[in-house]
């Protein structure tokens, strides 16, 4: 199986040895004191500087609590059990409220889906988004409101003198997720994380917020996380993806070794589904079953109740026992599948 991969154009300078962001066996729960849900297990995710790291799943795969970990900014609900998450070095789950303070907005920037919803209708956008320039770079008001002018036009907001005084009424869909994208640079933070920031989108307006995003990107060598169930989006963007199923990485690596040759069956069946294909009876090819209730498994591959190969594969018996490990399988492409072989014993064959 292929497809036709449209990767943007890349970042040439050589990345350094230690990761901007990394998140190290985090785990995540859910539910009241005692009565917890795990719905992150031993996440593991590293992003450099100047990458763009897609991060990818059906809904409730755990995508965005990992990007509101990174941050410390989980539901009250959700609590952190184990793991680590280092920010440019430093322990972001060991940083105090002022750390904390300097870290949101300032050094990591986020963009969220329905940006309409994220806007305060009883404001200016100009005010909205002069706001962080002010807390995090201290600028006057009126310093603070002619750097506005300029991210707006920086976005692509025609007419920024006039619209910095505008209610987010006044704004279309994709002109307010513009206004949030100008929010989310303001502080020319080292790391954008932007959770579906096409949704609701039309599909032009779609292209012009992610060649937006990329030349941003390029301009500031600003990292980007994108959370994503697109993998149009996915492939005309990212240097490198993270699958996610049940609050695992399934599978990780290149983006154009990914998508053009995925090794893990969950990763198939979404290209899959992403091209719209066929069955021989003419319907269109559907995922089957839920991943909620792959949580529930205490044993086994957590995807095996709906892979199409487990069944008749020779490792079932540990497809069904035990869960396998994320392993590499080419390079750094590497699957969390019994049915792929690591790399070490591709090469002794």
Not at 83 to 111: E, K, Q, S, T, W
Not at 280 to 287: F, S
Request: glycine share 8%; charged share 25%.
């Amino acid at each position: 199986m292929s497809v036709v991969v449209s990767l943007a154009e890349r970042r040439s300078a050589a990345a350094p040895a230690e990761p901007l962001l990394a998140i190290e066996d985090l785990h995540v729960a859910i539910g009241s004191p005692g009565r917890a849900a795990p719905v992150i297990e031993g996440m593991n995710l590293e992003i450099r500087r100047s990458e763009i790291v897609a991060l990818v799943g059906e809904s409730g795969s755990g995508k965005s609590l990992t990007a509101l970990s990174a941050t410390r900014l989980l539901p009250r609900a959700a609590e952190i059990t184990r793991g680590r998450i280092r920010f440019d070095g430093a322990d972001v789950l060991a940083m105090g409220p002022r750390a904390l303070d300097g870290l949101r907005g300032n050094r990591i920037g986020m963009i969220f889906q329905q940006p309409q919803a994220m806007l305060d209708p009883t404001c200016r956008v100009g005010d909205q988004v002069a706001e962080s320039l002010r807390q995090h770079r201290g600028l006057s008001r009126e310093a603070a409101g002619a750097r506005v002018v300029e991210l707006f036009r920086e976005v692509g907001i025609p007419a920024p003198e006039a619209r910095v005084r505008d209610f987010p009424y006044a704004f279309s869909g994709g002109m307010a997720q513009r206004v949030m994208i100008a929010a989310a640079l303001s502080a020319d933070p080292d790391l954008l994380i932007a959770d579906e920031p096409t949704t609701a989108l039309d599909v032009t307006v779609q292209a012009q917020i992610l060649r937006l995003l990329h030349e941003q990107c390029r301009r500031r060598r600003m990292s980007l996380l994108l959370i994503s169930h697109d993998l149009g989006i996915v492939a005309a963007l990212a240097d490198r993806v993270a699958v996610m199923y049940a609050g695992r990485v399934i599978e990780e690596g290149p983006a154009r070794a990914i998508l053009s040759a995925p090794r893990h069956p969950y990763t198939r069946a979404l290209i899959e589904c992403s091209l719209l294909k066929r069955d021989a009876g003419g319907r269109l090819v559907a995922l089957p079953g839920s991943a909620i209730s792959a949580r529930e498994l205490s044993h086994g591959c957590r995807f095996q109740p709906r892979c199409a190969i487990a069944a008749q594969s020779p490792h079932n018996h540990d497809c069904c026992s035990n869960e396998p490990a994320l392993a590499c399988c080419h390079g750094s492409h590497k699957a969390r599948c019994w049915a792929v072989k690591p790399e070490s014993e591709e090469v002794q064959q």
